[in-house]
């Protein structure tokens, strides 16, 4: 399904002294089988946004279409569309609440999906929970309180996956988590994104994830859109993001180092991409 924002606004108290203008006429198309990142700094619009996108918040002004849904239209089926869109909040891991991982993870399936049972729920919750690199049988009966704090985000991220949703939306879901684990995130959301989830939307502060796996990024900017680029195009004005007080990938720092030197890189900014260009010019420098 394509995400397309037309003119979208929002504003919070809008009838009060106290309105903030969350969304400023937001234009904005995320096309079907993206990885798509969102940034910006905080304040900038970029949850607002998010919240929109499966009815949380409603369309206030302007228009919001997700494949053949409007939003704007009260009569829409919000309902199948949330069965749809899957979505995971800031330390999703907050949000467990049942006495086993099995029922945790079954909880979106009765709810969206209550025709499911038996064997083929089993089977459901099987796939979700083994996705995210946890073994089903070890950890089914268990209560989910006695995880590890990595563990549970994957069982709550299981949950939100086990309808098995065309877009999955994850605000910076590798937020608090170390080196290996926030790599471990990133696989398994690959993983997914070949096989059901046909679109992952994430924000993230996180450059370098935004560097190593995005196709596309949206740069939030007070309530608007700043920018929409591939990384490649987005890191190389990496002083206007500096100046929207954002930080920059490792990648990208070097590459600034380099530019002052007067060597341009044309990289990709991930790091495999950056280490190869760097190489290359410097054994074709060395061999002449």
């Known amino acids: 399904m394509q995400i397309i924002a037309k003119g979208l ?57 997700i494949g053949n849904y409007d939003l704007s239209n009260k009569k829409s089926n919000f309902r ?49 929970l083994e996705i995210v690199g946890l073994n089903y049988n070890e950890v089914k009966d268990k209560s989910p309180f006695d995880l590890s704090g990595g563990q549970k985000r994957r069982v709550a ?17 590798a937020a608090g988590l170390d080196p290996r684990g926030k790599k471990e995130i990133m696989e398994f959301l690959h993983i997914l994104h070949k096989s059901w989830c046909k679109t992952i939307i994430f924000v993230s502060h996180d450059m370098d994830e935004i560097a190593e796996n995005c196709s596309n990024t949206a740069v939030f900017n007070k309530g608007g859109i700043e920018a929409v680029l591939p990384p490649k195009e987005l890191f190389k004005n990496s002083e206007r993001l500096i100046e929207l ?4 990938p490792v990648t990208a720092t070097a590459a600034l180092g380099l530019k002052k030197c007067g060597i341009n890189l044309d990289t990709d900014f991930n790091t495999e991409d950056f280490i190869s260009k760097t190489v290359n010019y410097y054994n074709t420098m060395h061999n002449n």
């Open 80 to 128: 199948e569309l949330r069965s749809k869109i899957g979505m995971v909040f800031q330390y999703p891991e907050y949000q467990l609440f049942a006495d086993t991982v099995y029922a945790d993870v079954a909880f979106g399936l009765n709810n969206f999906m209550p025709q499911i049972k038996g064997a083929e729920l089993s089977q459901n919750i099987k796939e979700a």
């Open 9 to 65: 606004s929002y504003t919070y108290n809008k009838k009060s002294p106290f309105a903030v203008k969350a969304l400023d006429n937001v234009n904005l198309t995320i096309n079907e089988g993206e990885f798509f990142g969102i940034i910006g700094h905080t304040g900038s619009g970029k949850s607002t946004f998010l919240q929109h996108l499966n009815a949380l918040l409603p369309v206030m002004d302007g228009q919001l279409f």
């Open 245 to 248: 007080g954002l930080d920059i």
């Open 157 to 173: 991220i299981a949950g939100v996956i086990a309808t098995k949703p065309e877009i999955l939306v994850l605000d910076e879901p």
